[in-house]
T-cell receptor, first 110, second 114 residues
Framework: DAKTTQPPSMDCAEGRAANLPCNHSTISGNEYVYWYRQIHSQGPQYIIHGLKNNETNEMASLIITEDRKSSTLILPHATLRDTAVYYCIVKTGGYQKVTFGTGTKLQVIP | EPEVTQTPSHQVTQMGQEVILRCVPISNHLYFYWYRQILGQKVEFLVSFYNNEISEKSEIFDDQFSVERPDGSNFTLKIRSTKLEDSAMYFC????????????FGPGTRLLVL
């Protein structure tokens, strides 16, 4: 699986959009970009994933650059409950394991 | 919304004792996983399980670990002789099929070995 690079921490004001970047310059053609988050001491929670098109669901939007070497997770209106560690993961689909890095610790500030 | 459940939420044991951590995956899921997270560290993959056999395991998953699906609903992780370094959060996860991209994680069991 390709490696990813994320900033270790970010702050975001409550109610504002949180934009979390991820670099994955060695991504290969059959690898997806996944985002998970882990709220303190809880199990990781799936957020969204995509291959090359931008994706949106009820939780977030995923913007993938045309060359697929980077992506941005957007939480449109961050709340205090969005404070968590966010993991950007690149992997092929299917049943393979999820390999977690250190992620970005997002702190939403009142 | 269906969810993965795990019991117990906390377990304290003495070094050398056996522990069994239990998970109830989402009912129509076919692939099952165990991960662990030592305090302050990354979430680490332990093992994946499909069709009543291990499909992949990590270096961490040595002979002291075993997994079992004893019936149609439970998925267990057994640690035969616990060590201090086994203290961690243990997460169970499940997914539906190869085309089901999402792994759903349980809330975890916090294991403390004294």
């Amino acid at each position: 699986d390709a490696k990813t690079t994320q900033p270790p921490s970010m702050d975001c004001a409550e109610g504002r959009a949180a934009n979390l970047p991820c670099n994955h310059s060695t991504i290969s053609g059959n690898e997806y970009v996944y985002w998970y988050r882990q709220i303190h001491s809880q199990g990781p929670q799936y957020i969204i994933h995509g291959l090359k098109n931008n994706e949106t669901n009820e939780m977030a939007s995923l913007i993938i650059t045309e060359d697929r070497k980077s992506s941005t997770l957007i939480l449109p209106h961050a709340t205090l409950r969005d404070t968590a560690v966010y993991y950007c993961i690149v992997k092929t689909g299917g049943y393979q394991k999820v390999t977690f890095g250190t992620g970005t610790k997002l702190q939403v500030i009142p | 919304e269906p969810e993965v459940t795990q019991t117990p939420s906390h377990q304290v044991t003495q070094m050398g004792q056996e522990v069994i951590l239990r998970c109830v995956p989402i009912s129509n899921h076919l692939y099952f996983y165990w991960y662990r997270q030592i305090l302050g560290q990354k979430v680490e993959f332990l093992v994946s399980f499909y069709n009543n056999e291990i499909s992949e395991k990590s270096e961490i998953f040595d002979d002291q670990f075993s997994v079992e699906r004893p019936d149609g609903s439970n998925f267990t992780l057994k640690i035969r002789s616990t060590k201090l370094e086994d203290s961690a959060m243990y997460f169970c996860a499940s997914r539906t099929d190869p085309l089901g991209e999402t792994q759903y994680f349980g809330p975890g069991t916090r294991l403390l070995v004294l």
